[in-house]
């Protein structure tokens, strides 16, 4: 039976501030999209139709996440695992292709894209591991965890969310307080594969991590054993590079510059940075942005909905949507501090995380200071699967809240 009151201690300025970005989406979409079918002669109306659809269907399952008590969780990451890695594979072999990847499964009128849920499971799966497994010294068996959906995901190919997958294990490992060496051995190799393009930058590089290790009196064999790792890395950086689809090459050195491409692959960084820069301090009113009404910027109803903000409600509605999101993430740090369990805690700590990158490479590629990964904004972009698995996250983020301390009646 739902018991309303336990809604007394839930967290509310994180409902208050999802229902706002979800409300700004909707009518971002609307701006995005509504003239360009009305001309095409399709329906206006489809991708509002679909994605408040899709809100209602994410808001049930929110709701069922915030009463069900997270703590049963833990029984279910195995199955919710496996099932995780039989649904990547679904997608891989038997799903429709789009956009260059095969991530999407339909299931009659419905489809879904394995990799949102994935996302989702993976944080359960980290968070119940580590509250089973109470060493900090064992990194090994999460980043082995974490690899299976990691290679799948980026089999698809699918950069962008192979990309989240590897930071919520990185992020949740440090949560967990890992021992500082094993955490140097996990993300310093990374740091020498984007060095070692430029030989003398990685060799100082080296030189500094070299220093650092020796100063912090590292045991001999850990020091050696880190600088392999980053050699080893380093050096297979061309192996890596090669394992890239071409575009997403292009993606990355038209980032670098996207004057290179300015019609390729660079036109959707330019354009993007020209809507946002038009929009001024207040913008140019809704359904009046001249890139985002003449359709200038490829999928702005999608991955690049936040050019759409910055040129239509200018710098201050673009204020407006990073302080929501600021907010969601302290909010959801604030629970990791204050769970009863801890459990508990690396899950809002791996929400935080997840909601966060997101939200920081998405506001980052439509602005040009990251590559164009193809990540979408939580709450706005338009995307059923990504919208429900968010408004799950929240759900059980509120189970976590309103289960922080005993009801008193």
Known sequence: MINLRMLRVSDKSMFVSIFILVAIGLVMIASTTYFSELKAGRDALFYIKRQFGAFIFGFLLMGAAAYFDYRHLKRFAPLLYISMIFLLLAGHFFGVASQGAQRWIYLGPFSFQPSEVAKLIMIITLAAFFDIRKEKSDMISPLLLTAVPFFLVFKQPDLGTALVIGVLAVG??????????????????????????????????????????YFSRVKTFDMLLILGLNIGAGAAFPVLWGMLKGYQQMRIVTFLNPGLDPHGLGYHTLQSTIAIGGGGLFGQGLFHGSQTQLQFIPIQHSDFIFSAIGEELGLVGSLMVLLLFLNIIWRAIVLAEESEDYFGSIFAAGAAIFIGFHALVNMGMTMGILPVVGIPLPFVSYGGTSLVVNMTVIGILQSIAMRRQKLIF
Not at 180 to 192: K, Q, R
């Open 172 to 213: 949740m490992l440090l949560w967990n307080k890992n021992s500082p060496v094993l955490l140097t051995m996990a993300v310093s190799p990374f740091l020498s594969i984007v060095l070692s393009r430029n030989l003398y930058v990685w060799i100082i590089y080296l030189f500094v991590l070299w220093l650092l290790l």
